[in-house]
């Protein structure tokens, strides 16, 4: 029932910045944690940052540093903020979610359509 539409994706220069939204809706349930993924033609969706329902949060060490997750809540939206970009981390983007199940102990993923960014001079 969770939806998540992704935007801010776009063309930027080596060094620049980027501020990705994902809007949520839809939930019911205990966000248990969000987070950022991306995925190159060709390889591995891998995890970019995330963060938990108490706000902890994890980063890629790729990133560290440079990007920062968080959540607006008034809005309903998870954020990234991307900085020094560099033409490695062009990708798709995607949102992502984990939220508690009806049944006790169990959650469900939920995923955006994604985002494209793409790092280039």
């Known amino acids: 029932q969770v939806q998540l539409v992704e935007s801010g994706g776009g063309l930027v220069q080596p060094g620049g910045s980027l501020r990705l939204s994902c809007a949520t809706s839809g939930s019911n349930g205990l966000i248990y944690a969000m987070g950022w993924y991306r995925q190159a033609p060709g390889k591995q969706r891998e995890l970019v940052a995330a963060i938990t329902g108490g706000g902890n949060t994890n980063y890629a060490d790729s990133v560290k540093g440079r990007f920062t997750i968080s959540r607006d809540r008034a809005k309903n939206t998870l954020v990234l903020e991307m900085n020094s970009l560099k033409p490695e981390a062009t990708a798709v983007y995607y949102c992502?979610?984990?939220?508690?199940?009806?049944?006790?102990?169990?959650?469900?993923?939920?995923w955006g359509q994604g985002t494209q960014v793409t790092v280039s001079s």
């Open positions: 992502h979610a984990r939220v508690s199940g009806r049944q006790l102990a169990s959650a469900n993923d939920y």
